[in-house]
């Protein structure tokens, strides 16, 4: 069968699929940290290289294995590395592009740990780092140094929801003979493919969509290509950002309901965005599925659906934001998103709150921004439960 030729539900069900000596129907959890080998010519071909057995678990295990070709079936990418987390994915990638005196151009408006941990860690090692719009690609042009060894983005970016056009910022990357590296988390390869639009590696914090159900803590990378793969893979070796064989089962389960759980909750994002839109006490709402959007036309080209994270401005900013999140009932007060559960936060006083107010500003991630994530409860209840505590704001 050759998967190639097999849509998206089908290759998340079966892509990487068992292949035990038991016949077993999903992939055991090979929950060991070591593998015996048949004699000592056996082991010394294993390290060799030249028989591909299983040595010990941080380099490679069969549970974790499945996982990283399924994630890169559905990616169109070469092969997978999963990592302990999403930010061992990012750091993973940092560790084998950047050094001394090389340079990365990033987006303003990034997970926040990402820019933080090159401010705070990076920059001690010599990288040096240059935050722009990647919306705007003059921007990125300009932001390019001799040294600039890697280009970074996030689109949708967290949280303001801007997208970035992958193609072009993929040109821009040959163009300089550099990596694209994209953190696909916001839209999962359900709803985005990079690779198929140009992007080099692709960065997942599995935690979110792929897993899905807030209970487990995963990233993976996927290359387009062995080169890539061959520099990355030491890299998480050595490093230690493997993952664990019983994390890879876990997030293997819940990638099977990816596109379905997607499908609902973007239907109810659809309407929730809209009912937003019309609400006297909202300012803006963020959507790639509203007209409204900056870059609503790059949006319908780039991605196969809106997705289902929102951002708005209340208005009246951080008092009313405050109240809006003290008052909701069903949708859950929490970071994170992805899961089958709403979710709501304040990026300024959570998840970015250890980068500046002037830095914060000039990404757009304004006092009154609210991030909502969409679950896949009825879309009426979560509605009304917004709608409730919008009438305490
Ligand atoms: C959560 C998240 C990360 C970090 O992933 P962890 O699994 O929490 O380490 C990176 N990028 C984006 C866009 C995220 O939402």
Sequence with gaps: MDSKNLGFLTRQVHAGGSKDALGSAIVPIYQTSTFKFKNADHGA??????????????????????????????????????????????TTAYLTFLGQGKHIVSHNALYGPARGVMESVFSRFGVKYTYVDT?????????????TAMIYTETPANPTIGISDLKKL??????????????????????????????????????????????????????????????????????????????????????K??????????????????????????????????????????????????????????????????????NVKLILLAVSLGGVESLIQHPASMTHSKISHDKKIEAGITDGLVRLAVGIENVEDIINDINQALEKV
């Design 257 to 326: 309901t990816l596109g379905i759980r997607i499908d609902r909750a973007q239907e109810s994002a659809v309407k929730i965005a809209e009912y937003l839109e019309n609400h006297p006490k909202v300012e803006w709402v963020k959507y790639p599925g509203l007209k409204s959007h900056p870059q609503y036309e790059l949006a319908q080209q780039q991605m196969d659906g809106p997705g289902t994270m929102i951002s708005f401005e209340l208005k009246g900013g951080l008092d009313s934001g405050k109240r809006l999140m003290d």
């Design 135 to 147: 919306t705007d690609l003059e921007s990125v042009k300009k932001a390019i140094t001799p040294e």
């Design 45 to 90: 071909a294993c390290f060799s290289g030249e028989e591909d057995g299983y040595i010990y678990t941080r380099i490679a295990n069969p549970t974790i294995d499945a996982l990283e070709r399924a994630v890169a079936n559905l990616e169109k990418g070469y092969r997978g590395i999963a990592t302990s987390s999403g930010m061992a994915a990012i």
């Design 170 to 255: 993929a040109d821009i990357a040959h163009g300089i003979g550099v990596p694209l590296v994209v953190d696909n988390t916001f839209c999962s390869p359900y709803l985005q493919r990079p690779i198929e639009l140009g992007a080099d590696i692709v960065i997942h914090s599995m935690t979110k969509f792929i897993n899905g159900h807030a209970d487990v803590v995963a990233g993976m990378i996927v290359t387009s290509n062995k080169e890539y793969y061959d520099m990355m893979k030491p890299v998480m070796v050595n490093m230690g950002c493997n993952m664990d064989p019983h994390q890879a089962y876990l997030v293997h389960r819940g990638l």
